[in-house]
């Protein structure tokens, strides 16, 4: 009897060790699976012990500030609604205390300054020499930077195929534009030559008009000459040019800017870079987004030229000008006033300031810690993929070492804020 005993307790403990071992061997493939991915470790009481450096750059934290820290409070406390994530729901505290692994895809992590990404994730408890649990393992990989970089890769293919299409489309335009442009000019030196002519024609009739050998012909000529109304043609003709040479001139800074879009940064180097031009380019070229919802007022100061990617800028200002557009959109109704973007750009100390103010609708107070993650938009489906903002960011942060902050007041509107150093302190000399 005390042998089968012996017998059972023992095939307890094979068990036992047993699934101890099938454990370990689970956490090491999982581990070596995402080893490329960031660890975080916890103690029993689900504090935070280790992090490495993958961790904490996604997080956005220093090492000496999150260790101590409860794991769930810190980095996974709240649902993407907004909601809590009650602590009895985390896969990690689940882990901690039936001492399974969960392996988890498409929840969301929190970082330090409040902004939220998607994240796969594992939960492996660890045990001490005892076989107890004595903590958990935490290895994520972050699925919005994966996302992001691919969006970026695919747009900047986009972008270089627009760009190449653009510059055949501005010089296919440009051509016959210069034709007519020059065509215009004779024109109107003609017709004023014409004009010319003619005053001196009417004099010379009106000299003869006295003789009567000639009435009859100077009256016949007062006739046809009311009847072609010659005093509308000398108003209206050169109303007809000046409209004529304003749209060849639209027509030409269209193609500029086109031709500054598909050029842009064709060399990877950054380049002495005009920040107004670029305003004013982006004007022209997005001009049929914004001008029939709102008036474009530009403060453009005096700036010196800054080492940038002229192109990555423009794209910058051009997603801040359509959003602008789009939020005055959604509140003007037929009838209504048109509302009104302010672009404005100054020198403030070692930086270039460009804002871009707009009178919509403003931006709700409950979204505003998620406006720069990726792929979250508030718009209708094929308004807006969510991408332009966290691109943005991207290109102003960590490209150009500058920064990019708004201030919104619901139903007043928003201020976009670029700041970009005029000495290169990116530490990219290439990108």
């Known amino acids: 009897m005390a042998e089968e005993r012996d017998r059972k307790s023992l095939l307890q ?106 994240v796969d994730y594992i939960a492996c408890s660890t045990r001490n020499e005892q076989n107890e649990i004595n903590g958990a393992v935490l290895t994520f990989r972050n699925l919005t930077e994966m996302r992001l970089q691919e969006a970026k890769r695919i747009h900047g293919m986009k972008l270089e195929s627009i760009g190449e299409l653009s510059a055949g489309i501005a010089h296919e335009i440009n051509t016959p534009m210069q034709f007519v442009g020059s065509n215009l000019t004779f024109l109107r030196e003609g017709f004023a030559d014409l004009l010319a002519l003619l005053n001196r024609y009417r004099r010379f009739r009106e000299s003869l008009a006295g003789h009567e050998e000639y009435a009859a012909t100077c009256e016949e000529l007062a006739r046809f000459e009311e009847e072609i109304d010659v005093e509308y043609l000398e108003e209206e003709v050169p109303s007809a040019f000046d409209q004529t040479q304003d749209g060849v001139d639209r027509v030409t800074r269209l193609v500029q800017g086109l031709k500054g879009f598909a050029h842009a940064d064709r060399s990877q180097a950054k380049q002495d870079t005009d920040i107004n031009a670029i305003v004013e380019n982006t004007l022209v070229v997005c001009r049929n987004e914004y001008k029939y919802v709102a008036e474009v007022e530009t403060r453009l100061g005096s700036l010196p030229v800054i080492r940038a990617h002229p192109g990555d800028i423009g794209q910058v200002i051009l997603n801040l000008v359509v959003n602008a557009a789009h939020a005055i959109a959604e509140i003007i109704e037929d009838g209504q006033d048109k509302g009104r973007i302010t672009i404005e750009t100054r020198q403030e100390g070692d930086e270039v300031l460009l804002s871009v103010t707009d009178t919509g609708k403003g931006i709700p107070d409950a979204i505003k810690n998620r406006i720069f993650d990726p792929f979250f938009t508030t718009k209708e489906v094929g308004l807006g993929s969510g991408q332009g903002l966290a691109i943005a960011r991207t290109i102003i942060h960590d490209k150009h070492g500058g920064t990019i902050s708004f201030t919104s007041t619901p139903g007043q509107g928003t201020t976009f804020s670029l700041r970009l150093p005029i000495e290169d302190r990116s530490g990219h000399g290439a990108i």
């Open 13 to 118: 403990e094979l068990d036992s060790a047993r699934e101890a071992l099938n454990q370990l061997r689970y956490q090491n493939e999982m581990m070596l699976r995402w080893v490329e991915g960031a660890v975080v470790l916890v103690d029993r009481q689900g504090r935070i012990i280790q992090a490495n450096k993958a961790a904490l750059s996604a997080l956005g934290w220093e090492e000496d500030e999150l260790l101590g820290r409860s794991c769930h409070e810190t980095i996974h406390h709240t649902l993407d609604d907004g909601s809590e994530y009650p602590r009895e729901f985390c896969p990690v505290y689940a882990a901690l205390e039936d001492g399974s692994s969960h392996h988890v895809d498409g929840d969301i992590f929190w970082r330090k300054d409040g902004t939220s990404f998607s």
